[in-house]
C-alpha cells in the first residue's frame, strides 16, 4: 500500500473528479446541441436528490451493481476477464428463486430458507462460471469469449426454464410468466425510510459484507497475495510456487459466487420471483463500476452509488422534459474519460517517481546537463 | 504494465459497447412533449393525462406507437395536457413505481401505463392513490392489478390471429404457412396459438412452421429486420408460402423476405399494408392481424373525460372490435365471406379460441 500523503490523496482524486467534470461539460454541450437547457437537468437532478424514494431506490441499484462489481473486480485482479457476470446472475437468480418459491420451504425456519436460497444462487453462479474457468484451464479457452457465449447460452437456458410446464407459475390474466412467489418467511424484510414509498433492501448488509471480504481476502491473505501476484507477473508467480490453474479456477469461482449473489436483494427484497421484469445487464454495469472504482472495494462503492442514482434520476429528467438518453451519454463519456484519465494520471506518477529516485540518489542529470 | 494497460483501455471499451448494445434506437422527442397545452372549447374538465410506456417508447413503430395514437388523437381532439415518459432497460419494479408515483405527483390524473410490464406498479400505486384514475393495457390478474380505481385493457389476440390463420390456410397453395413470433413471452404465444387453431380449421392437416426471432429478457426479436428476414427465409425454402409476422419491427424483413422470394406475408397491430414504412413490400402483404391499442387508450380517455371511468378488465376482442383482420390492398376479396363466417362463429362462440397451448 502507498503512504498517505496528500500529495498521493490528491492524485487519486483527480482521476475521478477530472473524468465527472469532463463528463459533465461534455453532456452540457450535447444538450445544448439539442436544444435543452443544461440546468434544466441539474434541477431536476437536484429535486431528484432531495426525494427520499430516489435516494432509497439509488441505494439499492446500488447494492446489485456493487455486488457486481465486485464479481468482476475478482477477477480483474487476476487479469481475468469475467464479461459473464450477467449470464451468471441471471440463472443463479431464477434457480435460487425457484427453489425459494418451492412450496416444501415453507415449512422451514425463515433464516434457513433465506440462507438456502443465497446458498444456492452462488453455488449455481459458481457453476457457470467454473465452466468458463474449466474451459481455460484444461482447453486454453479464453474466458472472454466463453463467459460471453455462457450468457447466450444462459438467456435460452432461462428461458426454457421459465416456463409453465417447468419452475414458472402462469396466473390467469397475466401476460408476465415467472416462478411462484416467495412467501413472507422466505423474504429479507427492508427497512422503512420517513417519507419513501420503497424500502431499503433488508441485503444493503450482504453488499457492506461482501465488500469487506474482498477487500480482507485480497489484502490479509496469502490466497490473495498470490491471486494480485498472478495478476502483476504470471510468470513471477509461476516462479514463486504459484499454480496459476488453480489460481484460475478458485478466482473463477469466487467470482462466479458473487455474480450468484447479484440478483439476490432484488429477489429477497422487492420481487420475490424471477418473472419476466427481472431486471437484466447488471453484469455489464458492473465492469464499469469496477473500472470507475479501480477494483478498490471504497472506490467501487462510490461508483456503484454515482451509477445507481443517475440510472434513478432518468424518470425525474424525462419529468422535467429533457431526454433521458442524456443518462447513458453521461455513464458513457464517464467510464471513458476515467480510463484516460487514470492512465494520464499513472504515467505522471512514474515520471515523478523516477523523477523522486533520481534526486534521491543524487545522480539525475537534466536533458539539457545530458546534451552539454 | 504495457498489457495491463490495453487490458483495462479494452475493458473499458468493452463495458462500454456492451451498455450502449442494450440501448438501441429510440426517438428523443418523446420525453420532450410535456409541454402544457390550451385546454380546448370542446373540452368538458381540463385533465393532465399520464402515460407510462413500456421499453421503445413513442417510436417503436409498434405497441407503445399505437398508444401514442390514440394518446395524439384524445389531445388534439380534447386539448388535454398529456405528460409521457418511457421505460429503460434493466429496470426493477422501483422505477416503473417510482414513474408511476412522478405521474400522479405532478397532478396526471388519469395515467395509463402501456404494457403488462407495469402491473405490479399499477397495482401499488393505484392502491395508496385512491383518487387517481388508472389504465394498464395487456394485464388483468387478481389481486395484482385490479382494483376499483383501475381499468384493464386487455385484446383477445387470438381471435384475431386465428382469422388470419384461416385467411393464411385458405389463400395456401402449398399448404404450409409459417408463424415468426418476435419473443418468446406468453403474449406472443396467445398470436400462435390463435394463428395455428385458425389454420388448422380450415386445412387439418396443414403444416404451421413456427419460429421465435429471441428469448426474454433479449427483447431485440421485437425490432430486428435480419433476424425476421432469415427465419422468413427458412420457412420459405422449407415449403412456406405464407409467412405471419409477429414481431413488432422485425415484420419488414419478413416482408422482404416474402418479396424477393415471391411469396406472402400476413401484418400485426395495425393495418400494415399501409404503413408508409412498408410502401416497398405492401404488395405482398394479404391482411394484417389490427390490435386496436388506440382504440383502447381514446376511449379509456375520453371515458374519463365523461365521468364515466368504469373500473375492472374491458376485454377488446372481436366482438367488441378491439382485434380484427384488414382487407387493405384487396388480396383476400375472395374469401373475405368465409372469413366472416368464421368472425360471426367466433363473436358467437360457436368457436371458441383458447389463449394457451
Redesign the interface.
Known amino acids: 500500500m502507498r503512504s498517505l500523503t496528500p500529495r498521493s490523496v490528491l492524485l487519486g482524486l483527480i482521476a475521478p473528479v477530472g473524468a465527472l467534470v469532463f463528463a459533465a461539460a461534455v453532456s452540457a454541450v450535447i444538450l445544448l446541441a439539442t436544444g435543452h437547457d443544461p440546468f434544466d437537468t441539474v434541477d431536476a437532478m437536484a429535486t431528484a436528490a432531495q426525494r427520499p424514494r430516489t435516494l432509497v431506490n439509488s441505494l439499492n441499484t446500488a447494492t446489485s451493481y456493487y455486488l457486481s462489481a465486485v464479481a468482476v473486480a475478482i477477477g480483474f485482479r487476476m487479469k481475468l476477464f469475467n464479461i459473464g457476470v450477467d449470464g451468471q446472475y441471471r440463472f443463479a437468480a431464477l434457480l435460487a428463486a425457484g427453489l425459494a418459491g418451492a412450496a416444501f420451504m415453507d415449512s422451514l425456519p425463515s433464516f434457513v430458507r433465506v440462507a438456502l436460497t443465497i446458498l444456492a444462487a452462488m453455488l449455481v453462479g459458481a457453476a457457470w462460471a467454473g465452466l468458463a474457468a474449466l474451459l481455460k484451464v484444461t482447453r486454453g479457452v479464453s474466458e472472454v469469449i466463453s463467459t460471453i457465449m455462457l450468457n447466450a447460452i444462459a438467456t435460452y437456458l432461462v428461458s426454457y426454464l421459465n416456463s409453465p410446464e417447468r419452475l414458472a407459475v402462469s396466473t390467469a390474466g397475466s401476460n408476465n410468466i415467472g416462478t411462484p412467489k416467495i412467501t413472507e418467511g422466505g423474504r429479507v424484510p427492508g427497512f422503512e425510510i420517513e417519507g419513501s414509498s420503497s424500502k431499503v433492501f433488508g441485503l444493503v448488509f450482504l453488499a457492506v459484507l461482501v465488500g469487506f471480504l474482498y477487500w480482507f481476502v485480497l489484502s490479509r491473505t496469502r490466497f490473495g497475495f498470490e491471486l494480485k501476484a498472478t495478476g502483476l507477473s504470471e510468470s513471477a508467480a509461476v516462479a514463486s510456487g504459484v499454480s496459476v490453474k488453480k489460481m484460475v479456477i478458485v478466482s473463477m469461482l469466487l467470482s462466479g459466487a458473487v455474480a450468484g449473489l447479484v440478483g439476490m436483494p432484488e429477489l429477497l427484497g422487492s420481487s420475490y420471483s424471477y418473472s419476466l421484469n427481472f431486471p437484466v445487464g447488471v453484469g455489464f454495469i458492473g465492469i464499469a463500476v469496477a473500472l470507475l472504482g479501480r477494483n478498490h472495494p471504497i472506490g467501487m462503492a462510490i461508483a456503484a452509488l454515482l451509477w445507481g442514482f443517475l440510472f434513478n434520476t432518468a424518470n425525474s429528467l424525462d419529468t422535467a422534459g429533457v431526454p433521458r438518453e442524456i443518462v447513458d451519454i453521461m455513464q458513457g463519456v464517464i467510464v471513458l474519460s476515467v480510463v484516460v484519465a487514470y492512465e494520464l494520471v499513472r504515467r505522471y506518477r512514474v515520471r515523478a517517481e523516477q523523477r523522486a529516485v533520481g534526486h534521491a540518489l543524487g545522480r539525475t542529470k537534466t536533458a539539457e546537463e545530458v546534451t552539454a | 504494465m504495457r498489457?495491463?494497460?490495453g487490458?483495462?483501455?479494452a475493458?473499458?471499451l468493452?463495458?462500454?459497447g456492451?451498455?450502449?448494445a442494450?440501448?438501441g434506437s429510440?426517438n428523443?422527442d418523446s420525453?420532450?412533449s410535456?409541454?402544457t397545452t390550451t385546454a380546448g372549447s370542446a373540452a368538458a374538465a381540463n385533465l393532465k393525462i399520464g402515460l407510462a410506456y413500456d421499453i421503445g417508447g413513442r417510436g417503436d413503430q409498434s405497441f407503445n406507437d399505437s398508444a401514442a395514437r390514440g394518446l395524439d388523437k384524445a389531445k388534439s381532439e380534447f386539448g388535454f395536457e398529456v405528460?409521457e415518459?418511457?421505460a429503460?432497460?434493466?429496470?426493477?419494479?422501483?422505477?416503473k413505481?417510482?414513474?408511476l408515483?412522478?405521474?400522479v405527483e405532478?397532478g396526471y390524473n388519469p395515467v395509463i401505463a402501456v404494457g403488462?410490464?407495469y402491473?405490479?406498479s399499477v397495482g401499488?400505486v393505484a392502491g395508496?392513490t385512491p383518487d387517481v384514475q388508472f389504465a394498464i393495457i395487456?394485464?388483468?390478474?387478481?389481486g395484482?392489478d385490479?382494483g376499483k380505481n383501475i381499468a384493464?385493457l386487455?385484446f383477445a389476440e387470438n381471435e384475431g390471429s386465428y382469422l388470419v390463420g384461416a385467411a393464411a390456410a385458405l389463400k395456401s397453395k402449398t399448404g404450409n404457412v409459417g408463424f415468426v413470433g418476435g419473443v418468446?413471452?406468453?403474449?406472443i404465444q396467445k398470436f400462435e396459438v390463435g394463428f395455428t387453431m385458425g389454420v388448422k380449421a380450415v386445412k387439418a392437416d396443414a403444416t404451421v412452421q413456427v419460429k421465435y426471432l429471441t428469448?426474454?429478457?433479449?427483447y431485440t426479436g421485437f425490432n430486428d429486420p435480419a433476424k425476421g428476414e432469415t427465419a422468413a427465409k427458412g420457412m420459405f425454402d422449407a415449403g412456406a408460402d405464407i409467412v405471419y409476422a409477429a414481431a413488432g419491427g422485425s415484420g419488414n424483413g419478413v416482408f422482404k423476405a416474402a418479396k424477393a422470394n415471391t411469396k406472402l406475408g400476413i401484418g400485426v397491430d395495425s393495418d400494415q399494408y399501409n404503413q408508409p414504412a412498408l410502401a416497398d413490400v405492401k404488395d405482398v402483404i394479404i391482411t394484417s392481424m389490427i390490435k386496436k391499442v388506440d382504440v383502447a387508450v381514446y376511449d379509456f380517455i375520453s371515458s374519463v373525460k365523461n365521468g364515466k371511468f368504469v373500473a375492472g378488465?374491458k376485454v377488446y376482442d372481436l366482438k367488441a372490435g378491439g382485434v380484427d383482420y384488414a382487407t387493405s390492398g384487396g388480396k383476400i376479396d375472395d374469401i373475405k365471406a368465409k372469413l366472416d363466417d368464421y368472425k360471426q362463429k367466433i363473436i358467437s362462440g360457436e368457436i371458441k379460441v383458447p389463449e394457451?397451448k
Do not use: W
Open positions: 498489457r495491463t494497460r487490458v483495462r483501455l475493458a473499458g468493452l463495458a462500454l456492451l451498455g450502449l442494450g440501448c429510440k428523443n420525453g420532450s410535456g409541454g405528460k415518459l418511457e429503460a432497460a434493466g429496470e426493477t419494479e422501483a422505477q413505481e417510482d414513474r408515483r412522478q405521474l405532478g403488462f410490464a402491473a405490479e401499488k395508496d395487456d394485464d388483468a390478474t387478481d395484482v385490479v384493464n386487455t418468446n413471452t406468453p403474449l428469448q426474454p429478457p433479449d378488465q394457451k
